[in-house]
């Protein structure tokens, strides 16, 4: 979703579990990135989360995605 200030943040990336381990997570979010930055973002970003699959953050930085900010929240 574009935000404030030609900002991109890509919302929600996820596969459906029969999805997973078949090749189709680098591929999808490369073409998320890719029409993020056509809209001429600025920046262009992800949450993640310790709930988030073991290979996502992997597959971020694959695709040239850097660590940003870590926070620890306990429940």
């Known amino acids: 979703m574009q935000q404030a200030g030609d900002e991109v943040e890509i919302a929600y990336f996820g596969l459906a579990p029969a999805f997973i381990g078949r090749g189709f997570g680098g591929d999808l979010l490369s073409r998320c990135i890719e029409c993020a930055w056509d809209w001429d973002a600025t920046r262009v970003w992800v949450h993640t989360c310790s709930l988030d699959h073991p290979s996502a953050l992997a597959n971020y930085r694959a ?13």
Do not use: A, D, P, T
């Open 63 to 75: 695709r040239g995605m850097r660590l940003y900010r870590q926070e620890i929240h306990e429940r």
